[in-house]
């Protein structure tokens, strides 16, 4: 690990104006990805900023009926909050559905969104990759592929954003709150997170000195028919090769409102509006759901090991889409899937 | 430590204090120092595994401001005033702490490595009360690796420190 130097922020003004002089300078919070990154010699901050004695770490309620989560708030307690328990089971199951309870304790709602891919060439200094080192190629379209991603890659980067948590917001159409050193400015977290293109360098659309202070949720309640699939290569503790976060809004039988994002399978949440309207108004059904996984993988480009994903995004949508409008949401303790 | 420090700086040694398994400790730390080797080098406190040395496997938990954590994932120095417990601190005036009495009582180990954070883990999971069946003290335990495979034996012991408080109602 390289050396660095290190300050203990007391104020945001001041975490940001010393981020901002120093274009080496990174944030640090719960560190569960940054310290592993900086082990493999993937990250290099020559400075540290320690953000966590900010005051960024309450859940509050929002002028808007929603909550707002400061970005300090670790996953442990976003998950187990009982206001979001309640009123977001959404986001808490989400959350419960990755990483453990080690890292969850640690990790907090700003890192969690910033987290870089686990791609292995990404994560292995020893081979090109344009994430890493922009214009040396990418090894992960010719080489192993298994966990990539099927939809919004570029020639450039195939690699996926690996967060449970950011899917959801996602599909809850949550609001991230940046402070930086032209003030303040809030984003959808659908457009917080870009797709590789001919940058894939570059994850988010933060610029360098900018600190992410809270995420909002809107009030719109989707506490009853709602579920987060994930699928993976071992029953917990691993990132999911496919997830699917559901939250409906059902008028009887009808599905009133529908959300539906994906994880595991692109460089951010993947959400499709075409999907989503084609639900409005539609009572649950396997020809409906099957219609709606069609248009959502439609232009799915699979590559040597990670093909059978779109099969396996497919029907994990349909599945989920099932459980959301039956209310029984999947259990990510009892791991049979109903 | 100066704000006005430029990246170029030697980086100071910075004083912090740590209260480890009840006894205050004042430590002056290199930046980069994580956790779990300040635990083991400095301090002595070799219980406390290194396995792989980046947040997968669970061997460095240690019980920090009353939650488990992955020790090798944090920088010493942004813990300053935090209180520690290892599995040096389970056991308390000679007798072994309940789990680890079960763990024995269960052969819940075999070359043992992984041990040292299973119980740091485990007295978490039991304080934390969210576990109630075998299919959730598995989940909560998810972030501990055990290569030997000892995980029935582990649930066993785990289950029975549950159920003995529960008769006890705690």
Same mark, same amino acid.
Request: proline content about 4%.
């Given at each position: ?33 940054? *310290? $592993? ?12 900023? $320690? ?41 808490? !199951? ?11 304790? !640690? ?104 600190? *992410? ?9 989707? !506490? ?47 959400? $499709? ?31 040597? $090991? ?24 999947? !259990? ?7 | ?170």
């Amino acid at each position: 690990m390289n050396r660095f130097s290190y300050l203990r922020a007391t104020s945001i003004d001041e975490a940001v104006r010393e981020a901002a002089a120093d274009p080496t300078a990174r944030f640090i919070a719960g560190g569960t990805n940054l *310290i $592993d990154l900086m082990k493999y010699n993937v990250e290099r901050p020559t400075r540290l900023i $320690d953000i966590t004695r900010l005051p960024l770490d309450r859940i509050e309620e929002s002028d808007g009926g929603g909550l707002r989560i400061g970005a300090l708030v670790t996953n442990d307690e976003a998950a187990y909050d009982p206001r979001i328990h309640d009123r977001y089971p959404l986001l808490s !199951s989400a959350i419960l559905a990755g990483a453990s309870p080690q890292l969850r304790n !640690s990790a907090t709602t700003g890192g969690n969104l910033l987290q870089r891919t686990r791609c292995y060439y990404f994560y292995d200094p020893g081979t090109p990759c344009n994430k890493r080192e922009p214009g040396t190629g990418c090894p992960a379209t010719t080489g192993r592929n298994r966990i990539h991603a099927i939809l919004g890659t570029s020639e450039h980067c195939i690699a996926t954003h690996p967060s449970d948590m950011a899917v959801a917001l996602a599909a809850l159409e949550a609001v991230v709150h940046i402070a930086g050193p032209d003030g303040e400015r809030t984003i959808a977290l659908s457009d917080f997170h870009r797709l590789p293109g001919d940058h894939p360098e570059i994850d988010t659309i933060l610029q360098h000195g900018e600190i *992410i202070t809270a995420v909002e949720l809107p009030s719109t309640d989707f !506490s009853r028919n709602y579920t987060y699939l994930k699928l993976r290569d071992r029953l917990s503790y691993a990132f999911a090769l496919v997830s699917v976060a559901v939250a409906l809004r059902m008028e009887g039988e009808t599905i009133a409102e529908a959300r539906l994002a994906l994880g595991g399978v692109a460089h951010k949440p993947w959400r $499709d509006p075409e999907a989503e309207a084609m639900l409005r108004g539609q009572s649950a059904a396997e020809g409906l759901f099957a219609s709606v996984a069609a248009c959502i993988l439609k232009d799915a480009k699979g590559y040597e $090991d990670n093909a059978f994903k779109i099969d396996l995004a497919k029907r994990a949508i349909i599945r989920a889409l099932f459980q959301a409008a039956s209310g029984t949401p999947q !259990s990510q303790t009892d791991k049979r899937i109903q | 430590m100066s704000s006005s420090q430029t990246s170029t700086a030697l980086p100071e040694r910075i004083s912090i204090s740590l209260t480890v398994n009840g006894e205050t400790r004042h430590l002056d730390v290199l930046p980069w120092t994580v956790l779990l080797d300040l635990l083991r080098d400095h301090l002595g406190l070799t219980g406390t595994k290194k396995g792989c040395d980046h947040g997968q496997c669970g061997a460095c938990t240690v019980i920090l401001d009353g939650r488990r954590i992955n020790s090798c994932m944090v920088f010493a120095v942004m813990k300053d005033g935090a209180e520690i417990t290892t599995v040096e601190g389970l056991a308390k005036d000679g007798a072994l702490h309940p789990l680890q009495q079960a763990f024995i009582d269960h052969d819940a180990f075999q070359c043992g490595y992984c041990t040292p954070g299973q119980l740091c883990s485990g007295v978490a999971l039991i304080k934390e009360g969210r576990a109630h069946t075998r299919d959730e003290i598995r989940e909560f335990m998810s972030g501990n690796l055990c290569r030997c495979g000892a995980y029935t034996n582990i649930v066993d012991a785990i289950e029975q420190v549950l159920g003995s408080n529960a008769e006890a109602g705690q």
